[in-house]
């Protein structure tokens, strides 16, 4: 739905990370308020296993974007393809903050629905010390009682979607959680 770039805010200076929303999705309405939403419900969060949203907003009908942190490493998917499984201890220290910040999400009554390696980032400091990252709430959803939206729609990515889920089910939290011990045991099976 987005691309991102690396930008520099022109008054603070800061390099951060942009998504812009493609022109063709930000002229969908469904898209678009999938977009927007992908913000609020990461700067709901506020949490600091999740990335953290700076800004967002429309410049006209037919472009919307985000502004995050900048984060500097690789997603746990990259890190699997290049080195293969991890030990428990080093899937522990990736998996377990991220457990935390999927709980802080739940506490919001939001479920992110797509918990994938690709959707974890290992931002590096530079000195040795790697921080895990929750990313892209694009189709994360509030719970029924709050939005009243219908969270049996299908969506997310198949190798990680909870039995529940892939049938069309009410995805809830425990959605979350069968998506992310999928991501366990592919990082401790490879």
Known sequence: ???VFEAVHRWTGRHVALKLLQSEAALDIEASHRFLQEARYATAIEHPNVVEVLDMGRDDESSAYMVFE??????LADRLEA???LDAMQAAMILLPIADALAAAHRLGIVH????????????DGMGYVRPKLLDFGIACASERES???????????????PEQAQGLHAGPASDV?????????????
Do not use: Q
């Not at 900048?70 to 997603?75: K, P």
């Not at 797509?114 to 290992?122: G, Q, S, T």
């Not at 069968?178 to 490879?190: A, K, M, P, Q, T």
């Open 83 to 85: 080195h293969g499984p």
């Open 148 to 162: 009243g939206a219908d969270l049996r729609v299908v969506m997310g990515t198949p190798g990680y979607l909870s």
């Open 1 to 3: 739905m987005g691309t």
């Open 178 to 190: 069968w998506s992310l011990c999928v991501v366990l045991f592919e990082c401790l099976s490879g």
């Open 113 to 124: 629905r797509d918990v994938k390696p690709e959707n974890i980032f290992l931002e590096d």
């Open 70 to 75: 900048l984060l500097r490493g690789e997603s």
